[in-house]
């Protein structure tokens, strides 16, 4: 006997699986940096712990879609990334340093962010924070996927649908 999953059917998981991976990080967010200063578009600065659930999980949406513009493929690549957004500056990625890093052919895309990380002093990451831009957490300044290199879908985790439209879960 053989399965057949339709299109609607995979539709439904791929949400809920993006729906979970959005509370996965929220989560993290909140217990590990629940004093993250954010910044929302209108000027409202607000901390990790104190911003409405909806606004979290629609600024980590955020987050998901601008590391896939990135190339980002591994949870846990996505979910440093995001954690990064909030705890140096939304726009961290805009920086010299992490646009040398982010533009590495020679590095594969998931492990950019570990070698940002290596890369990042004291000072790098106060010039970040300087240059926090709230727009950054508008899905307007997210790259569509669609315009991205072909070869991201052969390129995806095996345990991550590669067809899934993230920028279509983000609401801000």
């Not at 709230?134 to 070869?151: G, H, R, S, T, Y």
């Amino acid at each position: 006997m053989r399965l057949s999953i339709r299109a609607e059917q995979m539709s439904a998981i791929e949400l809920e699986t993006q729906a979970r991976f959005v509370q996965r990080i929220s989560a993290h967010l909140l217990e590990k940096y629940p004093g993250a200063s954010v910044t929302l578009p209108g000027g409202e600065q607000l901390t990790v712990d104190t911003l409405p659930k909806e606004t979290l999980s629609d600024l980590v949406r955020t987050g998901i879609a601008r590391a896939r513009s990135l190339e980002m493929t591994f949870e846990s690549s996505i979910a440093a990334f995001t954690v990064l957004m909030f705890e140096i500056a939304p726009n961290f990625y805009t920086n010299r340093i992490s646009q040398v890093v982010f533009n590495d052919t020679s590095a594969e895309p998931n492990e950019r962010v570990d070698l940002l990380l290596t890369m990042l002093t004291d000072k790098s990451v106060e010039t970040m924070r300087a240059e926090y831009d709230p727009a950054a957490w508008k899905l307007e300044e997210v790259a569509n996927p669609d315009q991205m290199p072909e070869n991201e879908a052969s390129n995806a985790d095996s345990n991550e649908p590669a067809d899934i439209d993230f920028l279509k879960t983000v609401k801000m």
